[in-house]
């Protein structure tokens, strides 16, 4: 195997993100053969390298990507010391971390991989891909209201993208996503007038819960597993 920088080695292992081992490089919890990394550092197969006293090793192991169906309270952080994360939820055999996020107090799609390498590919490319969601609000909905979803909502100091809302029922409307500002559509019905009740993710990119079970995960295909690498 030839010289990789450290940051790639660590999150083909399997251990985390490019973007969270060069945290650990910089905060020197990680060292190679016994001395302290920096940013930049290369390895090879044959050295040793360890993080907060761990050592790490490298495994040309199986790839997996998986769609999960995140309930309600449940987590999305990867931190393990977080009670309800998502990582103990699923309780996978393999290492596995998010991409994206989704807020606690909402359900739905969210995407999860053992490849490190892939995370930030994909979140670079986050605010270019659609996100599709299922909302309720506590009041009725007008027409003023859809309208202005649309045509983007000043919150957090700027206005959001143009989107497509369509409304499905009195108090519930569909709505697609080119961006990913916190808690985006929680802060735009809140501008407006109302407050969400239920928010549920239900496609990314062309990747959809289809029949997954609330609280269950598939294996991506390979037609979906390939838009996760055509990022751009």
Do not use: W
């Not at 590919?121 to 649309?150: D, G």
């Amino acid at each position: 195997m030839e010289k990789k920088r450290i940051n790639k080695y660590i999150s083909e292992v399997g251990f985390c993100s490019r973007r969270k081992a060069d945290e650990y490089i910089s905060a020197g919890r990680v060292y190679i053969n016994g001395i302290k990394a920096v940013l930049g550092s290369k390895v090879n197969i044959d050295d040793e390298i360890s993080i907060d006293g761990e050592v790490i090793q490298y495994k040309d192991k199986k790839k997996v990507y998986i769609a999960f169906n995140k309930p309600v309270g449940i987590e999305f952080t990867g931190n393990e010391k977080i009670k309800g994360n998502i990582i103990d939820f699923i309780n996978h055999k393999e290492r596995l971390f998010t991409i994206g996020r989704i807020d606690k107090q909402s359900e739905g799609l969210i995407l999860l991989t053992n490849n490190g390498d892939i995370v930030n590919n994909v979140l670079r490319a986050e605010n270019k891909k659609e996100k599709e969601y299922l909302v309720t609000v506590n009041k009725k909905i007008s027409y003023e209201f859809i309208e202005k979803m649309r045509r983007g909502v000043r919150i957090m100091g700027r206005m959001t993208r143009r989107c497509y809302v369509e409304k499905t029922f009195e108090n519930r409307f569909k709505i697609v996503l080119t961006q990913g500002m916190n808690r985006q559509i929680r802060r735009m019905c809140e501008e407006l007038g109302l407050r969400v009740t239920k928010l549920k993710r239900i496609r990314i990119m062309d990747i959809h819960l289809s029949d997954t079970k609330i609280g269950e995960y598939r294996d991506l295909n390979d037609e979906e597993i390939k838009q996760l690498f055509n990022q751009k």
